[in-house]
């Protein structure tokens, strides 16, 4: 009876973190948008990377996540956010 206790509380730990990642996913998309409106931009399509690789950023912090953001007037900006902020780089065709 505890192991099938505890393989519960594991499943439920795992669908809340999973939750929250997903909140904080979306937060950061709304946050994108608003800086665009902000901006006078339109976004076209929102791309998350896991990795720095391909991207204009060094490194990636715990909490960081990347985002490479497609405008419809055809410029591509990448987007680091984090829980202080986040860093706009417009990248160079």
Request: with cysteine.
């Amino acid at each position: 009876m505890k192991t099938f206790l505890g393989i519960i509380i594991a499943v439920v730990v795992v669908i809340f973190l999973c939750v929250i990642s997903n909140q904080m996913e979306n937060a950061d998309k709304e946050k994108i948008n608003t800086w665009a409106v902000d901006h006078s931009l339109k976004v076209s399509k929102i791309d998350t990377h896991l990795t720095t690789f391909g991207t204009p950023f060094f490194y990636v912090n715990r909490g960081h996540r990347i985002y490479e953001v497609d405008m419809t007037n055809g410029d591509k900006w990448w987007v680091r956010t984090s829980i202080l902020g986040a860093d706009y780089e417009k990248d160079i065709k």
